[in-house]
């Protein structure tokens, strides 16, 4: 079956723009993870969402990011005012029912801020 | 606050050498830990999943030891190959949350 899948997997913007990122979790997983992997690094937990709502957002460094799950299927991770140092792949999983299920990754998006 | 480590950050081999990557973590108190691999621009795949109760995972060439007591993890690749050339993470679980290591990236020389 169809894995987790990230639109764009590349997006260029410059500094002080609005962007979307769009995650696509596997069908049925209730829960929904976004995590930022900087250069050289490993991924960062951001938020995580059970069903529609965020359970957990404390990872999102300011309130400049935002993210949102309307349907408890789709998610989309918004930044608002880009800062180069937002530059970085975000990478979105999924599980079945959150908690410790196994978390399926996708491939990620790479936003470079310009 | 989970501080995970991975020690070396880059190894580089002749193939037929055998690799081990290390992981260490400040709070034993997890739910398992994961080891994952990493190719250029791409998504993570998963390889192998230790629960806490266990004290190593094999599958293939791979085995993964886990000591939650002293907050270590190991990752034997025996027999390496030009393809498993890649960067390793592990991660801890406490709960839903992932801690990820920085990675170990690894060439394997034909």
């Known amino acids: 079956g169809a894995g987790v899948s990230q639109t764009p997997s590349n997006k260029v913007t410059e500094k002080g723009k609005y962007v979307e990122l769009r995650c696509d979790p596997i069908?049925?997983?209730?829960?929904l993870y976004w995590y930022r992997q900087s250069l050289g690094q490993g991924p960062e937990f951001l938020i995580y969402f059970q069903g529609t709502g965020a359970a957990d957002d404390s990872g999102l460094p300011n309130d400049r990011f935002f993210a949102v799950r309307p349907e408890g299927s789709v998610s989309t991770l918004k930044i608002q005012r880009t800062e180069r140092g937002d530059s970085a792949v975000y990478l979105c999983?999924?599980?079945?029912?959150?908690?410790?299920?196994?978390?399926?990754f996708g491939p990620g998006t790479r936003l470079t801020v310009l | 606050k989970q501080e995970v480590t991975q020690i070396p950050a880059a190894l580089s081999v002749p193939e037929g050498e055998n690799l081990v990557l290390n992981c260490s973590f400040t709070d034993s108190a997890i739910y398992n830990l994961q080891w994952f691999r990493q190719d250029p621009g791409k998504g993570l795949t998963s390889l192998l999943l230790i629960q806490s109760s266990q004290r190593e995972q094999t599958s293939g060439r791979l085995n993964a030891s886990l000591d939650k007591s002293s907050g270590r993890s190991t990752l034997y690749i025996a027999a390496s190959q030009p393809g498993d050339s890649a960067t390793y993470l592990c991660a801890v679980r406490d709960d839903y949350k992932l801690s990820f290591g920085a990675g170990t990236t690894v060439t394997v020389r034909a």
């Open positions: 999983a999924s599980s079945s029912s959150g908690g410790r299920d196994t978390q399926y």
């Open positions: 069908s049925g997983h209730t829960a």
